[in-house]
Nanobody
Framework: QVQLVESGGGLVQPGGSLSLSCVAS????????MGWYRQGPGNQRELVAT???????NYADSVKGRFTISRDNAKNTVYLQMDRLKAEDTAVYYC????????WGQGTQVTVSS
């Protein structure tokens, strides 16, 4: 069994920064792709960023230049540094890891508001 635990969400003012972490634990042999999705109020879940085991990254156009994804393979952890946050970034953020079956975290709330 695999568990993913996210941390780092919260309330921040527009223009501020937050850093999310997601630790995968349990029966993990190899963690392949890892990443983040988000689901805002009234919206479908959408891709935010992904990172391969080798470190190749991909971002949604809406977050390019503001968000940075990284990972620590030894710790089975993926990070999301979010800078210059906007109100439209408000959402529940979900991490995932492909083992290769995709496993999801429970989600962490990010609210950008003045």
């Amino acid at each position: 069994q695999v568990q993913l635990v996210e941390s780092g969400g919260g309330l921040v003012q527009p223009g501020g920064s937050l850093s999310l972490s997601c630790v995968a634990s349990g029966s993990i042999f190899t963690a392949y792709n890892m990443g983040w999705y988000r689901q805002g109020p009234g919206n479908q879940r959408e891709l935010v960023a992904t990172i391969t085991r080798g470190g190749a990254t991909n971002y949604a156009d809406s977050v390019k230049g503001r968000f940075t994804i990284s990972r620590d393979n030894a710790k089975n952890t993926v990070y999301l540094q979010m800078d210059r946050l906007k109100a439209e970034d408000t959402a529940v953020y979900y991490c995932y890891v492909d083992l290769p079956v995709r496993n999801w975290g429970q989600g962490t709330q990010v609210t950008v508001s003045s």
